[in-house]
């Protein structure tokens, strides 16, 4: 329900007096900032760096006195995860970089300097300005009368039919139909923006809204909520959102599904609180309504044509983009989960997921021969092995984060599970024990976080079972289960153990490691 995140309109509206009073009343607890970011937020916000200035309770003081920078800004000359980045050559990192790092915000902020859609001389005016192709768009002071949702286009597509979007501002109606040309759910804000119309009155003055949103609001388009790989693709975007709309970064923000269907089921519903303090909200909660928003974004969208994360083409030279290591971090520390990332250790902790759990649900792509890999890999020395299934009846999602968190090595089958390769600590390897044809989707997102990634590599030491059970899609691998011949198995932990004896964190196991006397 609507709650107390909504303020009913009774008089008229004041954008300015709303900015000031909420930066003054900021409560720095709110921000949730690892100290290493907070340096780079308050150097792209200009509000909350002259208020940490003057206020005595502000607890960034030190991060006033460094210039480190996200790697997007004008005058950046050394981005902070600069040296995170692994590649071949200079010109394959400076690829990379616009590819899969800060480089391709940027190119986003550039887009939309140029495509003002709704531009308004009036300080309590309305504004719209959207990247190229409307992939996310920024607003000012947005005028929204919903219609009712008993019959909609899942696309909610607003027309003057049935339904307003406008602003109090002058409308490039060419740019307008040039950036809105693209209509693709989950990719485009196409649908929604295509009718947005220059209104002949301030809604916000003339007493016209039903309701003022008095928090930052971001419209969400959400891929599948139960798919942990496609969600997390929405939370990554979500982040990116934040770093392109430098005026919340906080969790003080309304987050809105771009959806009628008022019933929300999410199994990663924690993942929420490193964003919002407030529940998520759909477009069901505003029918009939005149909603005013000053401040709205239609945040970038997990499926984005040639988009980060979801089927991005990538220089298979490099590893590491310090955007998506700034996304795990982030949601970790504000999600509480901590890593022991300042201790060396004499013991490897391996993490085998399994598939399937205690579930009666048919699953596929299970290791048949779990049991004798698992056996095999307990004679290893100074190896500790935890077996594991992500099912929500086992162990919730804060609790398999901590599990991943504490990984030094991460096992498992292709599928959505090993999205958890971003929560994993720099040092430690991703292990796709097969990849079912799928060869870049995991190798790529272990590449991203920068990682160390290995898969399955004799075709002739691994069987497929139960073949055509599944009644669609019974002749793709995706559908069967495997078996793998143990000491290849083996010989692949091998490889992997020796990526991370050249680590800080298990250097000193080098000088004793002796294989001859090994199992």
């Known amino acids: 329900m609507l709650s107390d995140n909504i303020s ?10 709303l900015q000031i009073y909420r930066v003054v009343a900021l409560d720095w607890q709110s921000l949730k900032l690892l100290d ?15 208020l940490c200035t003057t206020d005595e309770d502000c607890p960034y003081k030190e991060n006033l006195k460094t210039e480190s920078c996200w790697g997007y800004e004008k ?10 980045t692994n590649c071949s050559s200079k010109e394959e990192k400076r690829k990379y970089w616009t590819q899969a790092d800060f480089g391709k915000l940027k190119q986003h902020l550039e887009e939309m300097k140029s495509r003002q859609i709704c531009k308004s001389e009036n300080i309590d005016g309305s504004s719209l300005t959207c990247t190229q192709d409307a992939t996310m768009c920024k607003a000012k002071n947005l005028y929204i009368h919903f219609p009712n949702f008993d019959k909609r286009d899942q696309n909610v597509i607003l027309v003057p039919d049935d339904g307003v979007i406008g602003g109090y501002c002058s409308l490039n109606k060419e740019l307008l139909k040039q950036e809105t040309k693209i209509k693709r759910s989950l990719s485009t804000w196409g649908f929604q923006l295509q009718s947005f119309q220059p209104l002949k009155s301030n809604p916000f003055a003339d007493k016209s809204c039903d ?8 419209f969400v388009q959400l891929d599948s909520v139960g798919n942990l790989y496609h969600h997390f693709c929405d939370f990554f975007n979500l982040y990116l959102t934040q770093h392109a709309n430098n005026s919340w970064f906080g969790t003080d923000v309304q987050i809105v599904r771009w959806n009628e269907h008022p019933r929300f089921r ?5 993942a929420w609180k490193a964003f919002t303090d407030s529940s998520v909200l759909s477009l069901h909660d505003f029918a009939y309504k005149r909603v005013c928003i000053p401040d709205a974004t239609f945040a970038f969208l997990p499926r984005m044509i040639h988009g980060l994360y979801y089927s991005t083409y990538l220089e298979q030279g490099c590893r590491g983009s310090g955007l ?7 949601l970790l520390h504000r999600l509480g989960i901590r890593s022991d990332t300042d201790h060396v250790s004499d013991v490897i902790r391996v993490t085998f997921l399994a598939r399937g759990g205690k579930s009666d649900r048919l699953v596929f792509r299970r290791v048949l021969n779990l049991e004798a890999l698992v056996k095999r890999l307990n004679k290893l020395p100074n190896i500790e092995v935890k077996v594991v299934s992500y099912d929500f009846d086992e162990m919730n999602f804060l609790e398999q984060l901590q599990t991943t968190r504490k990984t030094d090595l991460f096992i ?16 430690a390897v991703a292990f796709e024990l097969y990849n079912c044809g799928d060869i870049r989707c995991y190798r790529d997102l272990a590449g991203l976080r920068g990682l160390r990634y290995l898969t399955w590599e004799d075709e002739s030491k691994v069987r497929d079972h139960d073949r055509g059970i599944h009644p669609h899609y019974g002749d793709h691998a995706k559908f069967w289960n495997f078996s793998f011949d143990v000491e290849e198995f083996i010989r692949l932990v091998r490889k992997a153990r020796n990526m991370l004896l050249e680590t800080d964190r298990f250097r000193h196991l080098k000088k004793n490691y002796n294989p001859r006397t090994e199992f």
Do not use: Q
């Open 8 to 17: 009913v309109a009774t008089a008229s509206f004041c954008l300015l007096t």
């Open 36 to 50: 290493e970011h907070a340096t780079m937020v308050l150097r792209n916000n200009r509000e909350l760096r002259e």
């Open 75 to 84: 005058d950046c000359k050394k981005p902070y995860f600069d040296e995170f």
């Open 211 to 218: 309701i003022i949103l008095d928090k930052p609001v971001v």
């Open 266 to 270: 999410d199994p990663f519903m924690d």
């Open 324 to 330: 998506v290591k700034s996304f795990g971090d982030h």
């Open 412 to 427: 498992g089958m292709h599928g959505a599970g090993l999205a958890h390769f971003l929560f994993l600590p720099d040092w």
